[in-house]
């Protein structure tokens, strides 16, 4: 939001538009904050860039700003393009701002940002989750939402064969989810899994198309590939039964054959918030989810 070198005009043009699209506005305060004083909580987030213009990170944010807000504090963002950018915009945020709670947007096994405040000795939370790490995590009920998934799809649909559309980048939320709905969708059902490449956007709609034999149901780990989905249907007569999780891109209220769940992202930023501040031991593991 404030034109950081660090950030790539391409990454910059996305992110302002999915502000606007959301009617985000930026708290100046945060900006002051960003050279002195603490009262300010630092925000996260990963280099990958499809993270940084998903409006689901920008719901999360809005969440956690109106719990921030409601305690007196501001928020001040670590976006780059490079995991070194980032960890030296967290180096400004702990010793120039003073900084000491953090918030990560993401998790990573061995994460040099979370090494680095592990050793200066700084609070924080991650949304997500890993089970073998002793940290504190907010994080979705995937298993439930793919459970949620399998019903929804079973009162669109007299489903046979279920194809789960996720991406390549082997996410545990996509893998929780897909263990949900298999445990509803089970034998003589068969639910069958295709990684879609969401850099490749043509090749994606063609790698849909051509696994759709026999295929009478489709469950996308998130919108954009529940988008894709769409569009594979997009001038047949009786297009497949859909369902996706976020709801948040638009026109999804419209389209009869598609249901997307609400994750809450606002709420998992409001709970993030909070337990930043409310928790006394961030060195065992806790899991708080959001159903």
């Known amino acids: 939001m404030n034109d950081d070198p660090h950030i790539l005009q391409e990454t910059k043009t996305k992110i302002m538009q999915v502000a606007h699209d959301l009617d985000y506005k930026t708290n100046f305060n945060a900006?002051?904050?960003?050279?002195?004083?603490?009262?300010?909580?630092?925000?996260?987030?990963?280099?990958?860039?499809?993270?940084?213009?998903?409006?689901?990170?920008?719901?999360?944010?809005?969440?956690?700003?109106?719990?921030?807000n409601r305690r007196g504090f501001v928020s001040t963002v670590a976006l780059a393009d490079s995991t070194d950018q980032i960890m030296e915009i967290v180096g400004t945020m702990a010793?120039?701002?003073?900084?000491?709670?953090?918030?990560?947007?993401?998790?990573?096994?061995?994460?040099?940002?979370?090494?680095?405040?592990?050793?200066?000795?700084?609070?924080?939370v991650i949304i997500g989750?890993?089970?073998?790490?002793?940290?504190?995590?907010?994080?979705?009920?995937?298993?439930?939402?793919?459970?949620?998934?399998g019903e929804k799809l079973l009162t669109m649909s007299a489903v046979k064969h279920v194809l789960f559309l996720e991406t390549q980048r082997n996410l545990k939320f996509e893998e929780e989810r897909l263990t949900g709905l298999k445990?509803?969708?089970?034998?003589?059902?068969?639910?069958?899994?295709?990684?879609?490449?969401?850099?490749?956007?043509?090749?994606?709609?063609?790698?849909?198309?051509?696994?759709?034999t026999g295929v009478d149901g489709i469950?996308?780990?998130?919108?954009?590939?529940?988008?894709?989905?769409?569009?594979?249907?997009?001038?047949?007569?009786?297009?497949?039964?859909?369902?996706?999780?976020?709801?948040?891109?638009?026109?999804?209220?419209?389209?009869?054959?598609?249901?997307?769940f609400d994750l809450k992202p606002r709420k998992i930023g409001e709970i993030a918030a909070q337990k930043v501040f409310e928790l006394a031991d961030f060195s065992q593991h806790q899991l708080f989810l959001i159903k």
């Open 183 to 212: 445990s509803t969708l089970t034998s003589p059902r068969k639910v069958t899994t295709l990684s879609v490449d969401l850099k490749e956007p043509r090749q994606a709609l063609t790698d849909i198309q051509t696994n759709l």
């Open 219 to 260: 469950v996308a780990s998130q919108d954009e590939l529940g988008e894709f989905a769409y569009q594979a249907f997009l001038h047949e007569e009786q297009p497949l039964p859909i369902v996706t999780f976020n709801n948040l891109l638009h026109g999804f209220p419209d389209r009869k054959n598609i249901y997307s």
């Open 129 to 149: 989750n890993d089970p073998q790490t002793n940290r504190v995590f907010i994080d979705n009920d995937n298993q439930l939402f793919g459970k949620l998934a």
């Open 95 to 124: 010793h120039q701002a003073h900084i000491t709670k953090y918030i990560f947007l993401y998790f990573e096994q061995n994460d040099a940002i979370r090494d680095y405040l592990d050793q200066h000795h700084l609070d924080y």
């Open 31 to 68: 900006k002051t904050l960003a050279t002195g004083g603490s009262r300010s909580v630092g925000i996260i987030f990963p280099s990958n860039e499809r993270y940084q213009t998903n409006p689901f990170y920008l719901e999360i944010i809005s969440g956690i700003g109106s719990e921030l």
